[in-house]
């Protein structure tokens, strides 16, 4: 069976402390998702997200506090500005819906985290392997120039 | 210089005062009616009339117009007093009504008088002193009443005995008139409104002048501008006459002061729900349902009933009062989903206080659920509910509407559920605890985040209480949530000590991810300073960058993502070192 890979970009004050209570409440969750935790979801560059479809993710999770709950004021509204945006390029770009998803979890849900990681899961599972097999050059040139760059 | 004699008390006085002026200097008590400090003396009423003795001629002055010369006066002589007693029983004549004038002769001795009364006299208290005549027209400069007619005629009045456009029903005549003769509202049709306490939560008057409340800090008087009559026309001016020390300064204004400091402590508190809000209650609509600040005013030895329970409507003691706790708090379908925590310990307190004031009056309270979160409050409590049997009725209010001079209260006792009808003379609600009024503008200046009922949030809620998540900012008191005093008390001193543990650091400590910005690629387009939610970043004017300064910065990365060319990144947490992190997940 597919298993996908999936990046979660989450902030450090909300969703990886709510990760965080999933964890200490022995929640049992896909383990897909691996968390990288930012000081807020407004530090995470659309081209954060990039490299990490190229680099071979399958989907990527971004994680902000709940409107009005962002411990830096307003954080999150521009994460959200900046997803909403994003999920349309990508889409140009020729990703499928739903390989980006954006959700807000605070400190207190860590069962909402680990529902949404299994819900993810499963929906990245039902689109497949994120093919850019399209593009000229194909999976290996990919690979070749990012070399190169790392 | 001239010596002068006031009842035996030599002195020497300033030629430009009058004797009334000297004596009441010396304490030498003179009466007088007609006299004002603001008012160039006028010697109308004659009740101040001394005896002056110059060269062995002995004349009889009034003490208020005679200037302070040469030679001896006597203040109490028989002369003076026979005349007072004559002036006194033309006055009785005059004003037969007025209590100030019988007290006054009866002093001295004078009982009744020999002279008839005016017939025709509208006014009965009125002494025709002109006083209030003179306050209207020479100090608030209105001159909106004035003398009609003359000899057996005379009265005081608005010109053509209408109400005059120029009256602003200040209340300058009714309150100089020695005889209390003035009815404002028989002068204008205006409406005459007393400035209503704030303090005393508008259950009693204040006057323009005054000290907000007796523990302000400073303990010094203010002026009301709003209602001042010197800020609207220019006039009156009077405080400034009376105060001895010249302390009054109509040209203070309202400034901006600026200060470096090293540390904020945000104690903002509460105001209540507005009034409006609660239209079950027929708060701010009938006038006696009040709520717990102003029951407890009611209750205070210093407020406005001297501490006897009486209801503001018609200030009858009331003999059943509702209690009605969470109004408004603990409704999140309604009003506030939060729960104003003191209003339990303050209801039983009250009830208990209203039961020792007024031996028959029977208490009732209603309560969702009583919280005692407190040491000793729910042995207090109980003293309230068991030993002084004051009825806690579970249950919520649904409606109070008025019936005669009594409140109707309908509710409910989910206990037995029943209906419960109560005829209360007076309905005091536990209105909820809402942030300050305004207190969010500040909060937004100060960059402070709220939660969603407006209180402030702080940066942990178990284990950093009473620091804000910015740094620099302390937080304490009801500011940051409902709160009683010793929990305020304690949470102030911890935000003093956190401020002092704060100053008392060598250097500074901050997280180690901040925003670092590279001055070789920074083209100064400014675009993170707008996204910089803590004014951490500035632009430096002679190098055509910007700058961070690291320790507002909060490290939230939001400028990295937006600087268009490169320049900012987060030590600690650059875009390549996340890069890395990717790639460490993602293998290969």
């Known amino acids: 069976m597919f298993e996908p890979k999936i990046i979660c970009f989450v902030c450090k004050w909300c969703t990886y402390a709510g990760a965080d209570l999933a964890g200490t409440s022995r929640l049992t969750y896909s383990p897909n998702g691996v968390n990288i935790r930012f000081m807020c979801s407004s530090r995470l560059d659309p081209e954060h997200i990039l490299w990490a479809f190229d680099r071979g993710a399958d989907g990527v999770f971004v994680g902000g506090c709940h409107p009005g709950d962002c411990h830096y004021q307003d954080g999150n509204y521009k994460t959200l500005r900046r997803i909403e945006l994003f999920q349309r390029v990508l889409k140009q770009f020729g990703l499928e819906d739903g390989r980006l998803r954006l959700e807000w979890i605070s400190a207190a849900e860590g069962k909402r985290f680990a529902e949404l990681m299994n819900e993810f899961a499963q929906q990245i599972r039902a689109l497949g392997p994120l093919k850019l097999g399209s593009r000229k050059g194909g999976q290996d040139g990919g690979s070749a ?4 760059e790392d | 210089m001239d010596k002068l004699i006031i009842d035996g008390i030599e002195t020497t006085p300033d030629p430009n005062k009058t004797v009334l002026e ?10 007088t009616l007609c006299y004002h400090k603001s008012l160039t003396p006028y010697g109308a009423c004659r009740i101040c009339v001394v005896e002056t003795i ?9 003490a208020c117009t005679y200037p302070a010369w040469e030679g001896e006066v006597k203040t109490n002589s028989e002369k003076v007093i026979r005349l007072r007693k004559s002036i006194l029983a033309l006055m009785l004549a005059e004003a037969p009504e007025a209590e100030e004038i019988k007290e006054l002769a009866a002093e001295y001795g004078v009982e009744k008088t020999r002279f008839r009364p005016r017939k025709e006299k509208r006014n009965k208290k009125c ?16 001159g909106a ?3 009609e007619n003359r000899g057996y005629r005379r009265e005081v009045t608005p010109p053509f005995e209408t109400y ?3 009256c602003t029903t200040c209340g300058a005549c009714a309150f100089v008139c020695p005889t209390g003769a003035i009815d404002l509202k028989a002068l204008s049709d205006k409406k005459v409104r007393p400035i209503l306490s704030e303090f005393d939560r508008n259950l009693a008057s204040r006057p323009c002048v005054h000290i907000p409340f007796p523990q302000a800090v400073p303990n010094i008087p203010v002026i009301d501008k709003e209602h001042c009559v010197y800020f609207k026309t220019g006039g009156c001016r009077v405080c400034e006459t009376v105060c001895g020390p010249q302390a009054v300064d109509y ?15 945000v104690a903002t508190g509460f105001d209540t729900l507005p009034l409006a809000d609660l239209g079950e209650y027929g708060y701010g609509k009938y006038p006696d349902v009040i709520d717990g600040l102003a029951f407890e005013r009611l209750l205070s030895a210093s407020g406005p009933t001297s501490g006897e329970v009486k209801r503001p409507s018609d200030g009858k003691v009331p003999k059943e009062v509702v209690f009605v706790q969470c109004a408004g708090s603990r409704d999140p379908e309604k009003y506030c989903p939060h729960c104003s925590k003191i209003c339990c310990m303050y209801t039983a307190k009250h009830a208990l ?12 309270i209603f309560y969702i659920d009583v919280r005692t979160g407190g040491k000793s409050y729910e042995e207090f409590y109980h003293r309230v509910s068991e030993q002084e049997g004051v009825p806690y009725i579970r249950g919520k209010v649904s409606k109070v509407f008025p019936d005669g001079d009594k409140l109707m209260v309908w509710g409910v006792d989910t206990l037995t559920a029943k209906k419960v009808e109560i005829a209360a003379d007076l309905v005091v609600l536990a209105t909820a605890m809402v942030p300050s009024q305004d207190s969010q503008k500040l909060f937004s200046i100060l960059k402070l985040a709220t939660d969603k009922d407006g209180f402030l949030s702080e940066a942990h809620p178990k284990l950093r209480p009473v620091e804000s998540i910015i740094s620099g900012f302390f937080l304490a008191g009801s500011a940051q949530g409902p709160r009683d005093i010793p929990e305020t008390v304690a949470q102030a001193s911890g935000a003093a000590s956190k401020v002092i543990g704060l100053f008392s650091q060598e250097k500074l400590h901050h997280e180690p991810i901040v925003a670092v910005v590279d001055e070789d690629l920074c083209s100064g387009c400014k675009v993170c300073i707008s996204v910089c939610p803590y004014d951490a970043r500035e632009f430096d004017e002679e190098k055509g960058i910007v700058k961070v300064n690291e320790l507002l910065c909060e490290g939230c990365g939001a400028c990295v993502v937006a600087c268009p060319s490169g320049a900012t990144q987060q030590k600690n947490l650059t875009d390549d070192q996340i890069r890395q992190m990717v790639k460490a997940v993602l293998g290969e």
């Open chain 1, 145 to 148: 120039k990012r070399e190169k």
């Open chain 2, 22 to 31: 000297v004596a009441r200097e010396l304490g030498i008590h003179i009466p």
């Open chain 2, 54 to 62: 110059w060269k062995g001629r002995s004349r009889l002055h009034t």
């Open chain 2, 127 to 142: 002494i025709m002193c002109g006083l209030c005549v003179r306050v209207c027209h020479d100090v608030m400069g209105f």
């Open chain 2, 145 to 147: 009443i004035g003398f």
């Open chain 2, 164 to 166: 005059s456009d120029v």
């Open chain 2, 251 to 265: 040209q203070q204004k309202d400034q901006i002061v600026e200060e470096d400091v090293g540390a904020v402590v």
């Open chain 2, 353 to 364: 206080l209203y039961k020792h004031r007024v031996h028959d009056g029977q208490p009732y």
